[in-house]
């Protein structure tokens, strides 16, 4: 449920309909003020089950980095995906976070028969889909992708943070925390804060 990188993510059981492979798809980083939306798209493998998925927002930054590893290497395939700040400009975060998770389904190597996503909407796509509201915390390929996404994102930052430190993005991964927002006021925008984004758009005023 084997890799494409991204341009150079057990409990209650569910029973499908629809035979052959699925995949599960979340994102990472709607709210925040800054830097891209990511998606995740997983399809496990049951002959190397993961134990210890779950949401990634309840795991701590080190199990969600070793489960991270462990997905990549046992998954049966996964895709990982973004859509940049221009886009969420652009469409509206909504739209942008569809894009990304199309983006991570059309990236995967094999093409699941159904497809199982985190939330009440899903992107537009050729393959049957379902919006699982909480599934990253019912089924295991949506943790799996909601990890990928999440360990991806956060180290972006961290990385964009060396380029920017005075704004913090390593410690609070661009969400408006108040030394962001203080940040902002005493720095204004860099490259890719997202300009639509209130606590933005009034800094840029």
């Not at 995906?81 to 991570?104: G, P, S, W």
């Not at 990253?136 to 964009?160: G, H, M, N, T, Y």
């Amino acid at each position: 449920m084997r890799s494409k990188k991204f341009l150079k993510a057990e409990q209650a059981p569910f029973v499908w309909d629809t035979p052959g492979l699925v995949a599960g798809v979340d994102e990472a980083g709607r709210g925040p003020l800054m830097g891209p939306v990511v998606a995740a798209a997983v399809i496990l493998d049951d002959l190397h089950p993961i134990k210890g998925l779950a949401d990634s927002k309840v795991l701590t930054a080190l199990r969600r980095d070793k489960l991270y590893d462990e997905i990549r290497a046992k998954a049966l395939c996964f895709s990982i995906a973004q859509a940049t700040v221009e886009e969420i400009d652009e469409i509206n975060i909504l739209q942008a976070t569809m894009l990304a998770m199309k983006r991570a389904v059309e990236g995967l190597r094999l093409k699941p028969a159904k497809v199982l996503v985190d939330g009440n909407r899903i992107p537009t796509l050729v393959i049957v889909a379902e919006a699982i509201v909480g599934g990253d915390a019912l089924v295991p390929a949506i943790s799996a992708a909601s990890i990928l996404a999440k360990v991806w994102r956060d180290r972006w930052c961290q990385e964009f943070h060396l380029a920017y430190p005075q704004y913090g993005f390593a410690t609070h991964k661009g969400y408006g925390t108040a030394e962001h927002l203080a940040a902002l006021r005493a720095h204004g925008a860099c490259p890719q804060h997202r300009r639509t984004f209130r606590p933005v758009a009034e800094v840029l005023k």
